[in-house]
């Protein structure tokens, strides 16, 4: 109980400096400029000799007396720059209008020549604007300064400061112009004041911005490489296919499936996939009370869950919410989809981290939380780095790149989380904690993808990158304070004899292939793999839905994020519990069947009413019904493929099943570009239709028995 605690009370200290640092965050945002935060407020303290003059685009500030002094006119020469360099790029319309007032008292000379006031307008040191001032003395003086948007002004790059640069340099009044009344009873001394926006004196003092959205298209980066066709802002098709070209292979695949209705016996459409015994188990937590994962139940499902919720939350992100993003920016569907193919590529080639996580290891820590841990860190360590890439939204090529590298940690977490799994969870609990897991995944989604989607466009990429890093820290806690059995080492400088390697079984490359090879042979494990690679190819039309929506049916970023992050994936967990016990009464492969095909009927009804996308509401129900049965359809080819598996090299095998899945969505990625670049959304939809119906010829011939026949194979694995 006292670890508990110490966790708990760590876990809130995470939480209480991921609260500051969201609010910092925010007020730092507020201070900057956006298309919705276009006015400019000057500020800054009383004595300018001494003090800073500086302007933010937020009302919310104060000063000691509403101005700033010098005593004297002599060589005044001043900056006031912006509070904080721009967080992100800032795009001013060519041709629009700049207008800043101001609000000056000079008593100086009128008589002894000298440089009468200049302001400059500054990028950095780059001098973009000037004008020269002439204002009578000894009042106050409200002056405007109205300044064209010319094509060196368009683009402000993240990290600039834009700057105001003030000059004025007279002698201060002589002593014939002291006799002048007014003068004398103004105090004849040399002064220099600006007046900042909370100004007592009733003079405007503020600046008005012709700020455009990223999107728009006058927002142009005049420094960006000259367009060579290979991508477009809009690069999505033309071509229209009439839907009566694909009626005949639906009204086929409807009376196909009708024939193996009625030959459901032959094609073991009955089979429960779930292992159909009616075994007599009690539905409740076991009375488990010890300290370390191999006997307390609620430590397996918490420390289990907890890292699937932290695969979840950066994959929502950068699917959901950064890609989102990157399609408001004016990124193409090629693009996005190779961030997608790069971020997908570890997962297809997982299983080779299955014999090396099994062939070494570090006993006295663990059989699998060393490996965990070291992939977490991973993960953390890459998130920081994507801070120091410039203007991600410039850069997609080396934030593909990093998405490549993090997901190598986050596969690598991923097969050692599997692998515990398979290690401490008692065979009646695999499949309730099976279900857990894939839950807690969606639920790290939707912090991902809904929940960060909502602050991107307040904190930015990298603050919404930054903000991941302690959620991610302290999901870490729950494996750091955890063991995985009685006399294991929690730290490496922890006393203790820890688990020796000989009390662990004997992992051996050559046996461990020979029993692949062996679970392999099997015809339906073989049909598997072809299951596995036909399930994804869909997903080409996943980089082209932001598209849609934002850019054609102009939702709002915040708008998608939150209906794909989160209502989306919602459904998504609907369809997985559904599925599951759906699967279990009515037979595994009838619900993949039924399910892929009702998906491909939804999917076409959806494509061939582009008359009704205009309607959010219709948008989100079409969406919703595809989701929850294609949630069906998986959740129960994930049982169907863990079925056919061999338990001997359970982990490996599923793992590879896992990989090809991957594949899938690696080809149906790669599919984007060639398919979107030729035909329109409506076409799009229906050719997705098709592609969805192949999952049917992939699970029909497949035996769930034969694995168990042909081996003695007396139960399922968890993945």
Known sequence: MAQVRTTLALALVVLLTLSLGTALGQSSEATQPSP?????????????????????????????????????TENIDFSCPLQTPLIQPMYLEQGGMMSLNLGFWIQSSETSGGDDLLISLLKDDQMVSQQEFVLPTYSNEQISWDIEITENMTYWEEGVTP????????????????????????????????YYSDNTEGLTVQGSFPILNASDPGAINPNAPADDGSTSLLDIGTKSLPAVLFSPWFLGMIAFVGFIVIRRDQFQLGLVLEGGDEESLEDVEPAEEGDTLIDNYRARVL??????????????????????FLADKGVGAGELALMLTLGTLPWSVKFLWGPVIDRYQFPAMGRRRPWILMAQSGMIVVLASMMLVPNPEENVLIMAWMFLVYNIFTSLQDVSTDALAVDVLKPHEMEKVNSYMFTAKSVGGIIGGAGLGLVIGTLGIKGTILLQIPILVLIMLVPLFMTERPGEKRYPWSEGSGVTSDSLPNQDFREI????????????????????????????????????????????????????????????????LAGGQLGRYYGGKSVIIYGALCTAIVTSIWGMSESLWSSGTFMMVMWSIRTFAWGLVTINIYSLVMRVTWSEVGGTQFTAYMAMMNVSSIIGYQLT?????????????????VLETLVIFGALFIDPDETRKTLNDASPVAP
């Open 673 to 689: 570009e060639p398919i979107s670049s030729r035909f329109d959304y409506p076409t799009l939809f229906l050719i997705a239709a």
């Open 303 to 324: 420390t289990l869950c907890a890292l699937y919720v932290a695969q979840g939350i950066p994959w929502g992100f950068i699917t959901i919410a950064f890609l989102t």
């Open 36 to 72: 919705e935060n276009s006015t400019l407020y000057l500020w800054g303290d009383s004595g300018l000799a001494s003090g800073d003059c500086y302007h933010h685009f937020s009302s919310e500030d104060a000063t000691e007396f509403g101005f700033g002094e010098y005593e004297s």
């Open 513 to 576: 292939m020979k029993n692949i090879k062996i679970a392999f042979s099997i015809r339906s494990a073989q049909l598997g793999v072809v299951l596995s690679l036909v399930m994804s190819l869909s997903f080409f039309l996943i980089p082209v839905l932001p598209l849609l929506f934002v850019r054609e049916l102009d939702w709002t970023v915040e708008q998608f994020n939150v209906t794909k992050g989160g209502l989306i994936l919602v459904f998504t967990m609907l369809g997985y």
């Open 163 to 194: 700057t105001l640069q003030i000059q004025f340099n007279k002698p201060g009044p002589t002593t014939l112009e002291c006799l002048d009344p007014a003068k004398v009873i103004a105090g004849c001394e040399p002064k220099f004041r600006i």
